[in-house]
């Protein structure tokens, strides 16, 4: 396995210096033990990445066992399924987008194999055979995985065929580089990540160029700023903000609350009196048992009810220092202010 006998700390100028406490970083992992207990040569031939493989090939029609889309769809599913167990769920932002960019890439592979319909999820359930003994939290949230993961793999469907067919005839005209703004392209219409552009890429002895991705990227974030969600940035209307009092957060004490008072209304990023079924809105709580995204967590998604009203939140942010906002949708009933 892997040493790395750690001695000095290199400076700016390239220079040397020692470290106060030199070390060995060691890269002995499961699978790396494994392979040597079952003396096979890769990590891909032990038992678990084996049944891993053997399970995906069944479901792509895949006779091939070699083949190495097999082995990026069986990593793939171990490290989307532990991510979403430990409370990672897909999106586009920070470790949820790290997230939907392993699935995405893995989907991608299931396509190259000829397959048109969700199966990543079907792979939780040899997962949770091979491993849920020794980690019970994978055993205990198969379902949450295979909920999440079916959801993603519905979601990135419907554009999976349109942006592939969109990448093969940008590549065919594209000489060596695929151009930055059709990669922005793919990534903003059809939800293709930078990095599985750039696998794609690859496979044809192709590059992208970044530079113009980024400023691609760059252009859409400052037209967006200015059209600002709330007509101001994020900055609420002045006499909405007189009349708002901090969200008492009641989350670390229970995951559900009532007797709580509607104090806003938004929609439209405006204030509004009502809303009525079908409206996606913003829902300003006095409390809330409803964590709102904050310092690497994301935002609590869940439910507001009251006889057969029902508001849906599909997330919870903050509108401005100590006031959550809660984003979602009124599927029946209606809300009014207070």
């Not at 190495?68 to 532990?82: E, G, N, P, T």
């Not at 469907?157 to 000489?175: C, H, P, Q, W």
């Amino acid at each position: 396995w892997n040493l790395v006998f750690m001695q000095f700390d290199r400076q700016p100028d390239g220079s040397l210096v020692p470290l106060p406490a030199p070390c060995v970083d060691t890269g002995m992992g499961l699978e790396r033990l494994a392979a040597i207990l079952q003396h096979v040569h890769s990590n891909y031939e032990i038992d678990i990445f084996q049944a891993l493989i053997r399970h995906a090939a069944e479901l792509t029609a895949t006779a091939d066992l070699e083949n190495k889309s097999l082995r990026v769809i069986a990593d793939h599913i171990r490290a989307s399924a532990f991510l979403i167990v430990d409370g990672v769920l897909p999106s586009n932002e920070g470790r949820g987008y790290v997230l939907r960019r392993i699935i995405r890439r893995a989907l991608r592979h299931g396509w190259m194999l000829g397959v048109r319909e969700p199966f990543f999820h079907k792979l939780v359930a040899t997962l949770d055979e091979l491993m849920g003994e020794a980690y019970p939290v994978l055993r205990e949230g198969r379902a949450t995985a295979e909920r999440a993961l079916k959801a993603e793999e519905e979601r990135f469907a419907e554009t999976l065929d349109s942006g592939m067919r969109i990448f093969n005839d940008v590549a065919a005209k594209s000489g060596d580089t695929i151009p930055g703004v059709d990669a922005f392209r793919l990534y903003d219409t059809y939800g293709f990540p930078l990095d599985l552009t750039q696998d794609m890429a690859r496979e044809r002895g192709m590059s992208v160029d970044v530079a113009g991705f980024d400023a691609a990227m760059a252009q859409q974030k400052e037209t967006a700023r200015a059209a600002g969600k709330f007509g101001g940035g994020t900055q609420l209307p002045a006499e909405l903000v007189a009349q708002l009092t901090p969200t008492k957060f009641l989350g670390y004490e229970s995951l559900t609350a009532g007797g709580l008072e509607v104090l806003a209304l938004l929609k439209d990023g405006k204030p509004v009196d009502a809303i009525a079924a079908g409206d996606e809105a913003i829902v300003i709580l006095d409390a809330t048992p409803f964590y709102a995204e904050s310092g690497g967590q994301v935002g609590d998604a869940g439910v507001l009810q009251h006889g057969t009203t029902r508001f849906l939140v599909e997330d919870t942010q903050k509108i401005q220092a100590d006031v959550s906002g809660h984003h979602g949708q009124l599927v029946a009933g209606a809300v009014r202010g207070g």
